[in-house]
């Protein structure tokens, strides 16, 4: 492998940029080395099976490999400097949803039309897009936009429920995509420039001996929550309701520190549950499947007690990929990846999928702890919350843990929609990890650039010597270090806050 | 790409690529790991920490859920409603469920009584001795479910609850090397096939129902209730068509019978408790408590009116000869002497109306009925004098008899009835004094000597016991015995029932003699 990055300055910036991210490289390479493992097990699988060996059966791992070779050259050109185990931990996720659904006879390669092949290698370019696009702290813009974010969120629910068509008690798009999948970035983006503009007022909740949250700081919030909730209860996309509402009160805990959202939230979450249960049918009876699934096996409980019975079968270690019958668990490419996972990669495969989804997550709330724009903080905790609560209520509902929610599973479900809100997720996330040497609009965060670039200079002579130093003095490159007092400056005065 | 290559070297190469990919992910891990130092966000602020909280908080959801995953992957055998489902639904044919070598049900001797074996590649239960058994095993079948043993017992069968470390051990064993044909553990009763075929046999083509146990510590040697179903056999037949014989009622533990004759032990344990110790008249002409109702007479008195002769009445008698002659007309006075309160609790303390359960676990219980005795009105007497014969609205199960006849063979204590062999004997209740109980049961060995069961007088056993006759409304009369064995130090008490099968001392005593005689044979081996 590519280590020991040797010594520096006389070297172009595209080698500095090149050795500095020698640790996604790696990663990159171990991940496209385990995913082709996985799809050999795949084609073997078929073969024994008796389907004659078609080199286009390895177009996908092409399409993989080729997807991770450019993105990474991509971000070695632009001299990016963001989160390099977390580009590594996507790679991996992703390639293996890929390979899980390539396994799920969900990508065809002798159909080249289809739409499937390209969706990773679309979803990475996006990514890569918004990533460029808004890195350097451009991403601050996004906040300008607060109500435009709000706009396109109810429009999206909106129009989808007069155009879109009825299928299996949920409303899709043309072709089966579900647009409201954007709504995971779309208010987080609204929910963190609101929270962002108006923190103070929002975290005063009196000096009165029992504290009540600012309502009129909260109408406008409280206002379009109902309508979207309207909206979405009017879809029956509880699942996506049950995500976007946690968020919210994660997000306003997050921006104002007041626990008393949490509290507030919990309160309104059992309510709004309760009342969920008593309008909804189809709620009642995920709810009847999950306390007793033995009641009604055949019905009910069928789709989760198959997955479950898969998991059983596959035991510790699994049969194998490509080994299982995941065929008798119903719709098992899109809800129900994780059971097909259990069967044929066994326990171990499932707890390995954990740890790298809890890796993943550790390093976007760890973005989230080393941002200083208050922003870019609340996207991140607001993105990574959609995905991790929509993680566990998968993982969750498959495992009979909790209700069935009927809500996919990150990177690794079947569903377009899905996997490119994911990738438009982590773009911005990337996007946020690169830093924002600028400070636009809040005056009271200018101390904070100030000291941060000060913090920053002073890193130098503390004592870790060449490698790291060169990596940021070349990576993010004059501009990021010269920039943040005079950026501000600058800024401040053609823009007031 | 894919090198032409024999489809019979797939599952080595598979298991090898299994293996690789493991290896490879974990090493991945590892790296992410390690270059996680330098591959730190330097160009930002330091880390404050603050996202250690909510990480913990999602590690601690995670592994909650994967705990939680593995209580069904794992350990899915524990949950015998799961394996059922899978047994039943799952057309995976590698599942282990499919394949579990569900453990063999044993005697006392070790003799199997069920035992799973596969056959064309599928695994079917088997029962070599067909419906001898299934009172007590029960059947485990993946579409109609299971019952008896085979359901009580059923995680310990599929391999689930290990008893102790090895049998962990075990557990993990399979689990971590994957085995596809899991192996349960054996479950061992305290039945000795042998007697309970014998029992079996000895009834024949008739209806009826054997009890036979220690009335020591507990240990039911058979429990036989015929007929009885084939548990090789369930089709939905046996559970659509109502058969007459009611193969699926297991008469020993929950058939409802009039004990007749052989309860006037109980009337009479009764008496001695509460001080009896008299004589009393008992005319030829016989006994009632008011003239608007026939009178209860003893079976002499019919005898003689058939034969034409007259019989001249037993006169003042006590209660040994009372008992030797079962006499209707003293126990039926002496019923009413005792009056309803008496019955009441000697009723309650003899566990009359209860459920006794013989062994339990979270998927169902092996239960036996005791019996039901008539509220009867204050002002009943009638009934109280049929009740004191073992006549009219009271209704027994024979294991019920099997237990009070033990707790007479016990000094008056009865032990609670073991079917599992690894159950700790223990006391169930004491339905008398020590005292009650001796004296009883020399009466009761009187009435082997020379009263009614005089049949069954034996030099090599000394039996006590006690014969029933029991009129059935539905038909002929239910043929009891009641006994004991040896009387000095008992080891064995028994009750036979045989429906519609005419007299006590004709048909139920000399099954008894025969099944206590041998059962005797096999104790002085061990």
């Known amino acids: ?497 | 790409m894919t090198p032409p290559l024999d489809p019979a070297l797939w599952p080595s190469l598979r298991l090898a690529l299994h293996i690789f990919f493991f290896m490879a992910v974990f090493f991945l891990l590892k790296q992410l790991f390690e270059l996680r130092d330098q591959a730190q966000l330097r160009h930002l602020a330091k880390p404050k920490g603050a996202f250690r909280v909510p990480m913990l908080i999602l590690t601690l959801l995670f592994g909650g859920l994967l705990i939680y995953q593995a209580s069904w992957q794992l350990t899915g055998m524990l949950r015998p409603q799961f394996i059922a489902f899978m047994q039943l639904h799952d057309r995976r044919e590698f599942n282990p469920a499919h394949w579990i070598q569900r453990g063999r049900i044993l005697d006392r001797n070790g003799e199997v009584l069920a035992y799973s074996e596969e056959i064309q590649g599928k695994v079917y239960r088997l029962y070599p001795d067909g419906p001898v058994f299934s009172p007590v095993v029960g059947y485990s079948q993946p579409r109609f479910g299971a019952t008896g043993m085979e359901a009580v017992a059923t995680v310990h069968l599929n391999g689930g609850a290990p008893a102790d470390l090895s049998g962990w051990g075990e557990l993990g064993r399979q689990i971590v090397g994957g085995v596809q044909r899991p192996r349960g553990q054996d479950l061992r009763l305290t039945l000795d096939a042998e007697l309970q075929r014998m029992a079996v046999a000895r009834i024949g083509q008739r209806r009826g129902a054997v009890v036979l146990m220690n009335p020591n510590n507990g240990d039911i040697l058979v429990l036989a209730s015929v007929p009885s179903y084939d548990p090789n056999r369930i089709s939905s037949e046996l559970f659509l068509n109502p058969d007459p014989s009611a193969p699926l009622l297991n008469r020993a533990t929950q058939g409802l019978y009039p004990p007749g004759s052989t309860f006037k032990i109980a009337v009479a344990a009764m008496a001695l408790e509460r001080g009896f110790n008299d004589t009393i008249d008992c005319p030829a002409d016989g006994y009632t408590t008011s003239s608007r109702y026939p009178k209860i007479r003893d079976h002499e008195y019919y005898n003689a009116k058939k034969r034409g002769s007259i019989w001249r009445g037993h006169g003042r008698i006590d209660m040994t000869h009372a008992l030797a002659r079962s006499s209707n007309v003293f126990f039926a006075k002496l019923g009413v002497l005792e009056g309803h309160q008496a019955f009441r609790n000697f009723g309650k303390r003899t566990l009359m109306d209860r459920q006794i359960t013989l062994h339990q676990t979270p998927y169902g219980s092996y239960r036996m009925r005791t019996g039901q005795m008539p509220r009867l009105s204050p002002k009943d007497r009638y009934g109280l004098a049929q009740l004191a014969i073992g006549q009219g609205a009271l209704l027994v199960t024979p294991a019920y008899m099997a237990l009070l006849t033990a707790a007479v063979a016990d000094q008056g204590v009865a032990a609670r009835p073991r079917l599992i062999d690894k159950d700790p004997p223990q006391a169930l209740a004491r339905f008398m004094s020590k005292d009650t109980a001796d004296r009883l049961a020399v009466m009761m060995r009187t009435v082997v000597t020379e009263g009614t069961a005089r049949g069954i007088d034996d030099p090599n056993l000394s039996i006590a016991g006690k014969t029933g006759t029991a009129q059935n409304p539905q038909g002929d009369s239910h043929s009891w015995f009641v006994g004991f064995a040896p009387t000095q130090r008992p080891t064995l008490a028994i009750a036979v029932l045989v429906e519609g099968a005419g007299y006590g001392s004709a048909v139920a005593a000399p099954i008894a003699h025969d099944l206590l005689l041998a059962a005797r044979a096999k104790q002085g081996f061990h």
């Open chain 1, 1 to 497: 492998m590519q280590s020991n990055p040797p010594s520096r300055s006389t070297m172009p910036a595209f080698m500095d940029a090149w050795l500095a991210r020698w640790p996604e490289r790696q990663i990159l390479i171990w991940s496209a080395l385990t995913i082709g493992l996985g799809f050999l097990m795949v084609i073997g699988s078929g073969y024994a099976d008796g389907h004659p060996p078609d080199a286009r059966a390895l177009l996908p791992l092409g399409v993989y490999v080729l997807s991770l070779t450019v993105m990474h050259l991509t971000l070695v050109l632009a001299r990016f400097q963001g989160d390099q185990i977390l580009v590594g931990t996507l790679a991996f996720l992703a390639g293996f949803g890929l390979l899980a659904q390539y396994r799920m006879g969900g990508i065809r390669f002798d159909d080249l039309a289809r739409p499937d092949l390209y969706l990773l290698p679309g979803g990475i370019l996006l990514m890569l897009t918004l990533c460029l696009a808004l890195m350097r702290g451009r991403y601050e813009r996004l906040a300008d936009w607060m109500w435009i974010w709000a706009g396109v969120s109810l429009a999206l629910v909106a129009v989808l429920l007069v155009f879109g068509h009825r299928y299996r008690g949920a409303v899709y798009g043309a072709g089966l995509i579900t647009p409201t999948e954007l709504l995971k970035v779309t208010v987080v983006l609204f929910l963190a420039a609101f929270i962002e503009r108006h923190g103070k007022r929002l975290g005063n909740w009196g000096q009165t001996a029992i504290p009540r949250p600012p309502l009129r700081a909260l109408l406008p919030l409280a206002l379009f929550w109902i309508l979207l909730t309207g909206l979405l209860l009017l879809q029956r996309d509880l699942g996506l309701f049950v995500v976007l509402s946690m968020t919210l009160m994660l997000m306003l805990f997050v921006g104002t520190g007041r626990a008393g959202y949490l509290i507030l939230g919990a309160l309104l979450a059992s309510a709004a549950g309760y009342l969920v249960l008593e309008v909804f049918s189809h709620g009642q009876r995920r709810v009847a499947a999950w306390l007793s699934p033995f009641e009604d096996p055949t019905g009910n409980s069928w789709q989760i007690l198959q997955g479950l019975s898969g998991m059983y079968s596959g035991g510790l270690w699994g049969e194998g990929f490509g080994e299982g019958h995941p065929e008798y668990t119903p719709i098992a490419q899109s809800d129900f990846i994780y059971a097909v996972i259990g069967e044929e990669l066994g326990f171990v495969g499932c707890a390995l999928l954990v740890v790298f989804f809890l890796i993943f997550f550790s390093r976007t709330l760890g973005v989230a702890d080393q941002t200083r724009s208050g922003f870019g903080r609340l996207i991140c905790v607001g993105l990574t919350s959609v995905l991790a609560i929509q993680s566990f209520l998968n993982l969750g509902g498959v495992t009979k843990f909790i209700p069935l929610t009927g809500i996919t599973l990150p990177f690794i479900s079947h569903g377009g929609s899905s996997l490119i809100t994911g990738f438009i997720s982590l773009g911005l996330i990337l996007a946020i990890s690169e830093g924002s040497p600028t400070r636009r609009r809040h005056t009271q965060s200018t101390p904070k650039t100030n000291r941060r670039s000060s913090q920053r200079t002073s890193n130098n002579p503390k004592g870790k010597p060449s490698k790291k130093s060169t990596k940021k003095g070349s990576g993010a490159n004059s501009s990021a270090i010269v920039a943040p007092a005079k950026g501000c400056g600058k800024k401040k005065t053609t823009r007031p806050g």
